[in-house]
Every structure is written in C-alpha cells, then in structure tokens.
C-alpha cells in the first residue's frame, strides 16, 4: 500500500509541479501580452492628444487667441487621465497651460504651496515617472511656432494592468485546477484503481488467501491483466489445494511410516542385541565364544592386578573327539559338546567363566585361584566328565585333557596366558596325564598350534605350499590313470607340516577357502601342463564342507575351467563322507549347479560317516573311495574285509567306481582284485611325491 501511494503521491506532485510551471508561463505570457496592448494603448493616445493639442492651437498661435488656446489646452485636460497640457515656446516657457484639478498629482502639487511659477511646477510634473510625457512640435508648414506637452497619469492604466493580472491568474488557475482535477479522476479510475486492485489480488496470495476475486471492469488492458491474473489465482488455489491433500496424505503416510520404523527399530534392537549376543557366543553350547572369553580374561586380569590375587586359565581339549565324530557323526558329536558344555558349568563358581574357543576345545577363566586349588578344581572337572554320555543313539565315555595357566606366575597378558594353557595342555595330551599346570621347559618341544594359523597366512602369500601326488592305479587298465594332489607345507622353521595338523584348524578357522582356493589353481594349472605335454592324468583334489558351503565355487570352477580350456572332466573333487552328511540337502544342491558338473565327483572315506543309501543314490558321483581304515588290516580283519566286499558290491550296483587307499602290500592288492576294486592307491605303489619325482615312479608302477 505505502509504495502504491507514494506513486500516487509522486504522480500528483508530478502533475502539480507541470500545471503550476504551465500556469506560471501562460499568466507570464498572457499578462505580458495585456501589459503591452495597455502600454501601447497608453503611448498611442499620449501621442494622439499631444498631436491633437498641437494640430488645434497652430490657429490661435498664429492669431495669438489665448482664450482659444487655453480652451484648447482644458479640453484636452479635461480627460480624467490626463494630469496637464499646455503650449510651451522654444525655452519651455508655457504659453498656455492647464492642470487637472481632479488629479490627485495636480491636488497633491496645489494643496502643497500656491503655485506662484508654473514653468517649474510643470518641469516637476514632466519628470515625475508616473507621469508619462509626451511632446509634440506645433509646426506651422516647416516652421516651429511652439511645442504642445501633454501629460498622461500612469496609475489607471497601472491599475488596469493589475487587473488584468489578476484575471488571467484566476481563470488560468480555475482551468489548471480543472484539468488537474479531470486528471486525477480519470487516472484514478483508469490506472490508480486497477492496479491498487491488481496489488491487493497479490498482496492476498501472498498472504495465502486465494479466495478473492481479481476482478476489473471493462475491456481494457488492465481488465485482461486483471482476467489473467484471476486466472492464476483460480489455478494456484487448485495447486495449493491438491498440494494440501496430497501433504495431509503425506503426513498420514509419515505417521505410519514412523510407526513401521518404531515396530523396526525394535525389531531390530532385540535382534542387535541376539546379534551381538551371537558374536559373543557359540552358536551350538550358548557357551561364552573366544572373543567374550578373551574379553572377561581381560577384564579379569584387570581385577586380579588390582586386589594383588592370582587368576587361572585352562584350556581342555578331548580326547578322541576326532574319533566320536567320524564315527558316529557331526550331530551326536554335536550332541556330546552341549553334555559337555553343562558338566563343566556344574563343575565351576559362578564367578568363573567357561567358554569354546572351537571344535573340541574349551577355556575357563577361574578369577581369585592359586595354582594347587586350580589343578583341584580341574580334577574334579575332569570327574564331572567321567560318567558315560548318554547321546542320541549312543552312549559313550570320553576323557579330557586340561592345561592351566596362573596369572601372574607365568604371564601377565591374556595372549600368552592362553598360550602357556595351549602348551601345557598339549603337554597332558602327550603325556596321557590329563591336567598339566605350565613350566617354561614345555614350550620348546610344542608347536605353535595357535601361531599355525599366523603362518598359514605368510604360508598362502610366500608359495611355502606345494602339491604332492600319489599315483591311483586302475585295476582294469593295469596302469596309472590318475593322481590325488595332496598338499604340503614346509615351513622354513618348523619343516614339514602335514595336513592333519592344520586342515582341520584351516577349517574352524574359515582359512580353508584361502587355501582350497590355491590348491584348485595349482591343480588346474599342473593339468592343463600335462595335457599340453601330452600326459593324460586326472587330478583328484580334496574340498572340505566349508567350501561346498561357499556360494563362490560354482563360479570359481567354471572361471578355472575357462581359463585352462578343461572340458573333459579332467579334475576329481574329493568329498568325504562326513563333510556329505553333515548337510546333504546342500551337497546335492551345489553338485548339480550346471557349473559344478564341469568336474567328477568322489566320495572320500567312505565308510566312517554314517551315510544314508538314499542319499548315496541322489548324489551325483562317479566313484566312491573305501576309507582306508578298513582296507589296511582287510587281510587280517574279516570284519574289515567283509565290509570291503559290501562296499565294492552296493557301489557297483549304484553305477559309481570303487577305490580303495591305504593299499600297503601285495596281498591286499590281490584281495581286492579278487573282489572286483576298480581302482587302487597306497604305500604299496607309493606315497604322495613332488611333481619332478612323479613321471619316473609312474614308469616304475607300470612296468612292475
Ligand atoms: P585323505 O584325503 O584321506 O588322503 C589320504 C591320506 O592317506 C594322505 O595323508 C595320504 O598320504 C595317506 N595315505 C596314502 N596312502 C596310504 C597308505 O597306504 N597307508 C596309510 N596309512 N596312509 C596312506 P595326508 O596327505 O597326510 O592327508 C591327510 C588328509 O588331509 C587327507 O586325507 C585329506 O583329508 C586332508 N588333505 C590333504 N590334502 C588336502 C587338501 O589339499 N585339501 C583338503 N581340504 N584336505 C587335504
Ligand atoms: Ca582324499
Ligand atoms: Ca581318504
């Protein structure tokens, strides 16, 4: 509004300043115009009554008639305006004169003193400059007689002037207030309006009232203006509208969202906390795992330094748990681990933990102890497992071992305490003693099972790993149609490590991958040598469970399969019979990814792991391997050898190969012969050998 009337404000004074500067000018030109006619007008009849005087008294002068001539001269200032006339000769000397008394010069001169010398009343009156002088010579032909004078008074016409001044100033006022005034109404209308109209329509929206009309009459441009913008106005308001309904729906959509992501956050919290409950614990006992073991030993210690007390730290392992698992399977040794897990927390206090740290293998932290109450609390943990376990299908007997550690007798941080326990541990297992407290001497005579899997790592990266080959001998054909790689590690410190003692640590550990991962490379890589140097060997490799459970590997067989141009089943994937069982559905899942029968499958060990007939018939496998175990005493053992004959005949009737390992000696190989064993492979041929050795102990077996 205010910057709406200073531009009215500013029109007006606008307006004003032009019609005051026009009136100014035209009174100014008009009154200047009145002035002169008046003047002239003035002049003119000064002039003509001065000739007249003159023209008139020639006669008298001639004739010397004074009374004529000053008849003349009354007559002719008789006029009101004239203040004198007279005749005057060459020295101005008046001849006749006559003054008009009603004048009030005249009256001012008369009243003041008595004129007693005319000729200097008269020079007076001729000089005064409201008297306007006018002078005529009376000529009679060329000759000058005298001079006729005559005097106007100025102040009527003055008067007259101002009059007029006035007059022109009134009307040109009355017409400029007149065009002023039209101006103001019809701009008022025709502009002011409208767009205060059009202002209060935008003033409105911006004040988000979109229900006033914008409405201007007529068919003017600031009626169009006025139409379109009642049109904007119509179609904000339907905007805004649907803005509003679609923000309400909005909002009762964020309100449920919020509600949903209340219900989540929930969810999620419970399951953060089964979460972190999870990391921190073995999925199976619900026992306290490594890193919550690690973390109270911590905690522990801590404490222990403080109120100046001792702490223990066992590690236990069983015995022959490899064994309970092999042969009765994954799930009663799982059984038999939960029975264990509740003994060892009936044997301890409550303010002791238990935990597994993995496979067979428990740790208890015991806060406040010193070394003989430990080696007493072991004892009677190891009474508590001394009972029969009742498992599923079986009940059986299994003894433990146990390594203590004391803080701060033989170390002060959790890593070497679990060590030292680690150490003496191995110490009990070796020397069948079941409880060994730590002594420095242990150490050297122990490898470093926990660093083993440190060196794994440096092993993996610094090529310390190699495949050796034994040689499989095929009965049929009477020579050597494939080779098992079997890896090896040899440590420039520790010398040789064989696979017994950190396959299965690979596998807890999840390095197994890493590890079947290079295997599976070298063996790609050595086949694809031979077919190149024209030998035509297969190549058994050996997978554990873990990577059947890999999702990667149907992907990384057809990658390697690709890449060194395999498209004859050249590679045997060795699968032991435990690692089938312990998931079959998933076996058979991932042996049949199209991906997967890129590569011939064996089922390794059998014999030790329990495995359905069903299941052997889903698996799609070209031959099955006779675990060893049973074929080494099969000449000696009739048990043994009966189940060897079993084996090979439901294997036959399956469809699949028969092998038999750990053939040691000629009588073996003859029985097996007998009962129809398609395949052989053992000491009696020969032990797994580095490549270079391995051409020349083939030519060996074969001419033999
Ligand atoms: P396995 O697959 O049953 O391999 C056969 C094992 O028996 C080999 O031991 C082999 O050296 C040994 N053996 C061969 N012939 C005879 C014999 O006539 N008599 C006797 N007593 N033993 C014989 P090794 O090489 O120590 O391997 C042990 C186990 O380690 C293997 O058993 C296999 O389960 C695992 N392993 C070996 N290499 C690999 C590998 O590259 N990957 C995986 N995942 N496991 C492997
Ligand atoms: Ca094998
Ligand atoms: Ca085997």
């Known amino acids: 509004m205010t910057r709406f009337s200073s531009l009215t404000s500013q029109f007006f004074i606008f307006i004003a300043i032009i019609l005051g500067i026009a009136i100014s000018v035209s009174t100014y030109t008009q009154y200047s115009n009145e002035a002169n006619i008046i003047n002239k007008a003035l002049y003119d009849r000064g002039e003509s009554l001065a000739e007249l005087l003159a023209a008139i008294s020639v006669e008298p002068l001639l004739v010397f008639d004074d009374v004529t001539l000053n008849g003349y001269a009354e007559f002719i200032s008789n006029q009101k305006d004239i203040v004198f006339a007279a005749v005057v000769n060459d020295k101005n000397v008046p001849l006749t004169h006559y003054l008009n008394k009603n004048n009030n010069y005249i009256k001012e001169v008369l009243q003041s003193d008595e004129i007693v010398d005319i000729q200097p009343a008269l020079n007076d009156l001729r000089k005064n400059t409201d008297i306007l002088f006018f002078e005529t010579v009376i000529k009679f032909g060329d000759k000058p007689l005298a001079k006729a004078w005559v005097g106007l008074d100025r102040q009527p016409y003055n008067k007259l002037s101002k009059d007029a001044l006035l007059n022109i100033l009134w009307i040109t006022l009355g017409v400029?207030?007149?065009v002023g005034g039209a101006m103001y109404f019809l701009f008022k209308r025709k502009i002011f309006k409208p767009i205060e109209i059009l202002m209060q329509g935008t003033q409105s929206i911006a004040n988000f009232d979109f229900d006033k009309t914008v409405k201007i009459d007529g068919s003017g441009e600031f009626a169009l203006l006025a139409d379109s913008f009642d049109k904007m106005r119509l179609q904000i308001k339907e905007t805004m509208e649907s803005r509003d309904l679609v923000m309400m729906e909005l909002s009762e959509l964020n309100d449920s969202l919020e509600e949903h992501v209340q219900a989540r956050t929930q969810e999620l919290q419970i399951l953060n906390l089964k979460i972190a409950h999870e990391a921190m614990h073995d999925p199976l006992t619900g026992l306290p795992n490594r890193v919550l073991v690690t973390e109270q030993l911590q905690h522990d210690i801590a404490h222990a330094e403080r109120?100046?007390?001792?702490?223990?730290?066992?590690?236990?392992?069983?015995?022959?748990?490899?064994?309970?698992?092999?042969?009765?399977?994954?799930p009663e040794g799982d059984r038999l681990l939960i029975n264990v897990s509740q003994r060892l927390l009936k044997a301890i206090r409550d303010s002791d933990t238990v935990g597994r740290l993995g496979g067979d293998e428990f740790a208890m932290v015991l806060p406040d102890i010193n070394e003989h109450d430990a080696v007493k609390v072991a004892n009677k943990i190891l009474e508590e497992l001394l009972p029969s376990f009742a498992l599923d299908d079986h009940t059986i007997k299994v003894g433990a071992s146990i390594g203590i550690a004391i803080y701060p007798d033989h170390g002060v941080d959790h890593t070497s305490l679990v060590r030292?326990?680690?150490?003496?541990?191995?110490?009990?297992?070796?020397?069948?003693?079941?409880?060994?407290?730590?002594?420095?001497?242990?150490?050297?005579?122990?490898p470093l099972r926990l660093s083993l899997m440190d060196y794994l790592h440096t092993a993996l990266e610094t090529n310390?790993?190699?495949?050796?080959?034994?040689?499989q001998v095929s009965l049929v054909e009477n020579k050597v149609v494939s080779v098992e790689a079997l890896i090896r590690w040899y440590h420039p410190e520790l010398g040789w490590i064989?696979?017994?003692?950190f396959i299965p640590i690979a596998e807890n550990t999840?390095?197994?991958?890493?590890?079947?991962?290079?295997?599976?490379?070298?063996?790609?890589?050595?086949?694809?040598?031979?077919?190149?140097?024209g030998v035509n060997l297969n190549i058994a490799i050996n997978l554990s469970a873990r990577d059947l459970a890999s999702p990667g590997l149907p992907a990384r067989i057809a990658g390697l399969c690709n890449k060194y141009k395999m498209h004859n089943n050249g590679i045997t994937a060795e699968i032991t019979e435990s690692a089938i069982m312990y998931n079959p559905e998933q076996v058979i899942e991932i042996m049949h990814e199209p991906d997967m029968q890129r590569l011939q499958f064996s089922i390794d060990d059998f014999g030790t792991g329990y495995s359905s007939l069903s299941y052997l018939k889903k698996l799609?496998?070209?031959?099955?391997?006779?675990?060893k175990s049973f074929i080494i005493d099969m000449v000696r053992d009739d048990n043994d050898a009966n189940i060897v004959k079993s084996v090979i005949d439901l294997v036959h009737n399956l469809g699949h190969v028969v092998v038999a390992e750990g053939v040691e000696d000629i009588e073996t190989l003859t029985q097996l012969k007998l009962l129809g064993c398609d395949k052989v492979q053992g000491y009696f041929f020969s032990k797994a050998v580095p490549v270079d050795e391995l051409m020349a102990i083939i030519k060996n077996i074969e001419q033999a």
Request: hydrophobic letters at 40%.
């Open 620 to 627: 799609s496998v070209e031959e099955v391997k006779i675990d």
């Open 420 to 446: 030292l326990a680690d150490v003496a541990m191995y110490e009990a297992k070796k020397d069948k003693s079941d409880v060994c407290v730590y002594r420095a001497e242990l150490d050297k005579y122990t």
């Open 176 to 178: 400029g207030l007149f």
């Open 464 to 471: 310390q790993l190699q495949l050796h080959y034994q040689p």
């Open 510 to 533: 999840g390095l197994i991958n890493q590890v079947s991962d290079w295997v599976l490379e070298e063996a790609f890589t050595q086949w694809r040598k031979w077919q190149d140097t």
């Open 498 to 501: 064989f696979p017994d003692q």
């Open 307 to 330: 109120t100046k007390t001792k702490l223990a730290v066992f590690i236990m392992d069983l015995n022959n748990f490899k064994e309970v698992n092999d042969t009765l399977g994954h």
